[in-house]
């Protein structure tokens, strides 16, 4: 009988323990913000700006594969491939020894802004990748 109960009680409590670490609980997402980084508002040049971090700073731009596309409500991020390596990417961040930022995300196409080397470093050539 004491055996009996003290498997109900373990197995409870491994349950009990289960549940409460769920990440998966639609019930429990709302209760848990998550902070946004803030993006900061500097034209990004290697040769004119200082960029704060470049995802992929040694891999050329042609060498970075796009693997994926998440949307969380209005939030959209890139999962990104290089060197056997996967990184998320938020709009406005910078990417590849290039430091192309991309300016939007979207479930069809990711807008980029090429920042030319240029006197007034302000001339930029936006492009797009469809998938």
């Known amino acids: 009988m004491v055996r009996q109960m003290l498997w109900l009680f373990i197995s409870v409590m491994i349950s009990h323990a289960g549940l409460a670490k769920d990440p998966f609980d ?6 848990t913000t ?22 992929f700073p040694q891999t050329a731009f042609e060498q ?17 491939l290089a060197d056997n390596q996967v990184s998320l990417a938020h709009p406005g961040d ?4 290039e430091h192309i930022q991309i300016t939007k995300i ?5 807008d980029f802004l090429r920042w ?7 001339k930029t050539t936006p492009f797009q990748v469809k998938f």
């Open 26 to 31: 639609k019930t429990r997402r709302q209760s």
């Open 64 to 80: 970075i594969q796009v693997i994926g596309v998440l949307q969380h409500h209005t939030d959209w991020q890139v999962i990104l």
């Open 94 to 97: 910078l990417i590849a020894a």
């Open 116 to 122: 030319d080397t240029s006197a007034n470093c302000e």
């Open 106 to 110: 979207d479930k069809q196409h990711i």
């Open 34 to 55: 998550q902070a946004a980084p803030e993006k900061q508002n500097s034209t990004p040049n290697s040769t004119c700006h200082t960029a704060p971090s470049t995802i």
